[in-house]
T-cell receptor
């Protein structure tokens, strides 16, 4: 079993729909959970960052973490064509200044149809 | 503010050739990383560095070498290129900070094809 599982898609939804993107993980030491957005032929950019279990909201985006189920989600409300991108979940078990890289999911390719 | 700059953007190599992928950041970040991204496979860590003169292997280091002589630069060297090294390579950096991991900033990527 890979450390982080993410359905690569593609996931195609109509404009205005609510989008749900998910990752599962196996390493119970992960404490920090991130979502990166990557447009075609660009580098990833940080979208959301959460610590431990709970919800975090930022505009149309909501990130959820359920550590008991080892499951994280990203919800996009009122989806726009400009949201079309690949969304990568990333996780870290770091505390206090360690430098190891993040563990990434494969990324989900999202297409918002106008 | 340029952020993380990678050169070249594209390159085609023949099997057995060597090349260096360049990465420069102007944010004075201590930590720098090299990832490769294969289609449908996510990002895999190749090497990372916590500061000038210090480097360490990541998940997939075979066939690659790195050096870190300055805070700004973190070049990735491919010796004896193989078709399995066909990928998109991303350099990233982030500041050193006590507490939770800080945001990583990525370059635009280098698309490498080995034929």
């Amino acid at each position: 079993q890979k450390e982080v599982e993410q359905d690569p898609g593609p996931l195609s939804v109509p404009e205005g729909a609510i989008v749900s993107l998910n990752c599962t993980y196996s390493n119970s030491a992960f404490q920090y959970f991130m979502w990166y957005r990557q447009y075609s032929r660009k580098g990833p950019e940080l979208l959301m960052y959460t610590y431990s279990s709970g919800n975090k909201e930022d505009g149309r985006f909501t990130a959820q973490v359920d550590k008991s189920s080892k499951y994280i989600s990203l919800f996009i409300r009122d989806s726009q064509p400009s949201d079309s991108a690949t969304y990568l979940c990333a996780m870290s078990a770091l505390t206090g200044g360690g430098a190891d890289g993040l563990t990434f999911g494969k990324g989900t390719h999202l297409i918002i149809q106008p | 503010n340029a952020g993380v700059t990678q050169t070249p953007k594209f390159r085609i190599l023949k099997i057995g050739q060597s090349m260096t992928l360049q990465c420069t950041q102007d944010m004075n970040h201590n930590y720098m990383y090299w990832y490769r991204q294969d289609p449908g496979m996510g990002l895999k860590l190749i090497y990372y560095s916590v500061g000038a003169g210090i480097t360490d292997k990541g998940e997939v280091p075979n066939g690659y070498n790195v050096s870190r002589s300055t805070t700004e630069d973190f070049p990735l060297r491919l010796e004896l290129a193989a078709p399995s090294q066909t990928s998109v390579y991303f350099c990233a950096s982030r500041p050193r900070q006590q507490g939770p991991p800080t945001e990583a900033f990525f370059g635009q990527g280098t698309r490498l094809t080995v034929v």
